[in-house]
């Protein structure tokens, strides 16, 4: 559930004696040794439970389903990007980055436009038609007024973990304080010219919603990393991918730069937006060619745009090289 200094909050599946539903748990250290990271969101097993201390010992990380990198929880099913209509102003470029974090996850992927009190109806429209032309259903809502609140509690109330991430000061705390009215996590006020947020969450922690539904609070941050390949950057926006459809680009190894004849073109609203976050990616590749996807070392890697866990040595070498294969293969 959470990560606390040197220890874990494990959340039982099965209440124990005592009805004990969390334990504080320490990490076994051979845990340590094979790399293995423990997330928020992990799945483990626990021994040596000490149940009047509520204190027990982690002994194993089951495998993950995904990853989300950063904010880093594993196994969520929903990443629910969260950015301010205004205060601070809602910046297109910073949004398309945490979408495309959002998305190498391979889970579903919801886009909350919070402080919709601040703006009138016809502006709340235009981002709302914007975002729907990206390829998105974005839920417009207000902590301080409730509107909205309600209709995104029944769309996040279903089994799974969902995540909340987003830059400062957007208001994500907020939202969970307006969707669980007994957490009273702390919020403050935005500050500046640039009315930025004051990193007031500093870790990331699961909240039950409903009946089998968690939802993570995490400390917002800025600006998101961009995939370390250049080529993985395409299909991470639905835009691309609904104009690739199944038959994909006539060209081999197309970047959709816009060329002529490229299927996917470039009127659409974020091509702009497309090839600045190409040649940001391209640059990093450039300054750091051998740079791993720090996928890889929390055990698991980029697939098209999913990640999967890592394989045995001997069959991941197997499978990197199909992969190229088809990668070149004519569409
Ligand atoms: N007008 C308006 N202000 C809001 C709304 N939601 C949050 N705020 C304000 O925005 C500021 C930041 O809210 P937080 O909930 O702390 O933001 P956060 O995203 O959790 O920020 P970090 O924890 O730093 O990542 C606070 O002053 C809130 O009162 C809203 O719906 N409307
Ligand atoms: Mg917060
Ligand atoms: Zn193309």
């Not at 209709?151 to 400062?168: D, F, K, M, N, Y």
């Not at 922690?205 to 939802?215: D, M, S, T, Y």
Request: proline fraction near 7%; charged fraction near 25%; aromatic fraction near 4%.
């Amino acid at each position: 559930m959470a990560l606390e200094a040197n220890f874990c909050r494990v959340q039982l599946d099965q209440p124990g004696p005592g009805g004990v539903q969390q334990l504080l748990c320490v990490r076994r250290t051979r845990l340590g040794k094979t790399g293995q990271q423990i997330c928020v969101g992990d799945r483990v097993r626990v021994e040596g439970i000490d149940w009047p201390e509520a204190r027990a010992a982690i002994a194993a990380l089951e495998p993950r389903r995904s990853l989300l990198e950063r904010p880093a929880v594993a196994n969520c099913s929903r990443v629910v990007v969260v950015v301010a209509l205004a205060q601070p102003q809602l910046d297109p470029l910073q949004l398309t980055r945490f979408l495309l974090t959002a998305e190498r996850t391979g889970v579903d992927v919801d886009v909350v436009l919070t402080k919709a009190d601040l703006l009138s109806e016809p502006e709340q429209a235009q981002w709302r038609d914007r975002l729907k032309a990206w390829g998105y259903q974005p839920h417009l809502l207000s902590a301080h007024s409730g509107a909205g609140v309600e209709a995104l509690r029944e769309h996040l109330a279903q089994p799974g973990i969902a995540v909340l991430c987003g830059p400062s000061g957007v208001g994500k705390s907020s939202l969970l304080n307006a969707l669980v009215p007994e957490l009273a996590l702390r919020v403050s006020a935005v500050s500046g010219r640039l009315q930025r947020g004051r990193h007031t969450t500093r870790h990331v922690e699961l909240f039950p919603l409903a009946p089998g539904a968690l939802l993570a609070d995490s400390p917002g941050f800025n600006r998101p990393d961009l995939p370390a390949d250049p080529a993985a950057l395409a299909v991470l926006f639905p835009e691309i991918r609904e104009r690739l459809g199944d038959g994909g680009c006539r060209f081999k190894n197309c970047l959709h730069q816009g060329d002529p004849g490229c299927v996917v073109g470039s009127s659409w609203d974020r091509h702009p937006l497309y090839l600045h976050c190409l040649a940001a990616a391209q640059q990093q590749a450039a300054r750091e060619p051998r740079l791993r996807s720090s996928a890889d070392a929390a055990g698991l890697k980029q697939r098209g745009h999913r990640e999967e866990p890592v394989l045995d040595q001997r069959l991941r070498t197997q499978s990197r090289r199909r992969r190229r294969q088809s990668d070149h293969e004519e569409p």
